[in-house]
């Protein structure tokens, strides 16, 4: 086995930490991580700036990109997943597809339960929109066709 082997083995299982953040709710080791770093967003810590004694969490943070390469966001209660500015529905975050629409929105950070309905989307914006604001909303809404609703599951990385 070369180093190269290693190195990639090594990733992998430190990679897999990133993953166990995000499926463990309630785990000491978490909260120590979120209390010392602070939480970026629900899948994931914040990036340290310390220079001293954060070597092993850096590591594994920077790791990130690879991780959200490979997966995508499975909406489940739609509690942790941000409508806007995850990327979820295997897609880009909508914020990137629509920035009109999102530069718009009333709550730029909403979570999906909060814009979903039994009826389908609830859309809210700061303001009346222009026609052709309404035909983008229209493209947005056509593309978020495919979304079937919220379970009780909680939302999961694939």
Request: hydrophobic share 40%.
């Amino acid at each position: 086995m070369g180093i190269r082997d290693l190195r990639k083995q090594n990733n992998s299982l430190l990679m897999k930490w990133l993953l166990r953040y995000n499926e463990e709710g309630q785990a000491l080791w978490k909260d120590v991580i979120r209390s010392k770093y602070g939480e970026y967003n629900p899948w994931c810590s914040n990036v340290s700036v310390d220079a001293y004694g954060v070597g092993v969490w850096n590591t594994i943070r920077n790791l990130r990109q690879k991780l959200e390469a490979n997966t995508y966001i499975e909406v489940g209660d739609g509690r942790r997943t941000k409508f806007w500015t995850d990327a979820w529905n295997k897609q880009i975050p909508l914020k990137e597809s629509f920035p009109d629409l999102f530069l718009l929105c009333s709550n730029p950070d909403a979570n999906i339960n909060e814009c979903w309905t039994a009826q389908g989307w609830d859309l809210i914006f700061r303001r009346f929109l222009n026609d052709w604001e309404v035909e983008r909303v229209a493209k947005l809404l056509e593309l978020l066709e495919k979304f079937s609703g919220i379970t009780n599951a909680p939302d999961s990385l694939r």
